[in-house]
């Protein structure tokens, strides 16, 4: 059973009661994962909604044959956030795959069928956890259109790279930290995506800045700090903070 409050911090159950959170609550069991683990695969039979209490979660396409790999890294989930919810949408199937991506894991893991006959008992909490989980999908997609090459792009562009270098470096905490400034109100125009490494191991975490109409500018040796400084003083007010460009690397 997972704490109320944990619970209160997941937007799709925020609009809860203290009695609908702890019924809910005790259909919760706790699950951890380490790096490069798989939670679940893209064509699964959906049987879990996922709560990420801990630790960063990537969404992954992979393609039939190969590897899994970083670079098809679509979505990266953080802490009070839900992966899964192709467990309560028909065919229930998830539609990618997830995978830990940080040392360590830890979820919250609610089965299907229980939460489905909790929700169908008490129609107006169903009504405000899937109206929740609609407006959650629909802003997870705007942002991977708005990531999409092939899709008209936001005025910016930033991209973390996370070769084996960059993530053995901290890259995912500055993804992290790239994401979660991204999302305030206001930024709906900055993308945050994902790429290999620049083959500069000394410089890593690396990351590229692309202003619409600007050309690019590539940071190097970043952390979360630096990133919120990146996002607030040269995506929003202009200004290039050239001490930590990397060289040559205004392109």
Not at 62 to 89: C, F, H, M, Q, Y
Not at 137 to 153: E, I, K, Y
Not at 184 to 202: F, N
Request: glycine share 8%; proline share 4%.
């Amino acid at each position: 059973m997972v704490a109320i409050e944990l619970l209160k911090q997941v937007e799709v159950f925020q609009s809860l009661s203290d009695d609908e959170l702890s019924a809910i609550g005790k259909l919760t069991t706790e699950n951890q994962f380490a790096y490069g683990d798989r939670l679940f695969k893209d064509g699964d039979s959906a049987t879990h909604l996922w709560i990420v209490e801990e630790g960063i979660i990537d969404l992954r396409f992979d393609l039939p044959g190969r590897e899994t790999s970083e670079e098809s890294t679509l979505s990266t989930i953080s802490a009070n956030k839900i992966i899964g919810w192709s467990s309560l949408v028909p065919p229930y199937k998830y539609k990618l795959s997830a995978y830990c991506a940080s040392s360590r894991c830890r979820v919250q893991v609610i089965d299907r069928e229980p939460l489905r006959e909790f929700l169908t008992k008490h129609p107006k909490t169903g009504y405000q956890v899937m109206s929740a989980m609609l407006r959650v999908v629909g802003r997870r997609f705007q942002r991977l259109q708005g990531a999409s090459d092939d899709a008209p792009l936001a005025p910016v562009k930033v991209t973390v790279h996370l070769g084996t270098c960059g993530i053995a470096a901290g890259a995912r905490d500055v993804m992290k930290a790239a994401i979660e400034a991204a999302s305030g109100p206001g930024h709906e125009r900055i993308a945050v995506t994902s790429s290999g490494c620049l083959g500069k191991c000394a410089t890593e975490p690396n990351v590229t800045v692309e202003i619409q109409n600007q050309g690019a500018v590539v940071y190097q040796k970043m952390n979360p700090e630096k990133m919120r400084r990146v996002l607030d003083e040269h995506i929003v007010n202009g200004r290039v903070l050239n001490d930590w460009v990397l060289e040559g690397g205004n392109i």
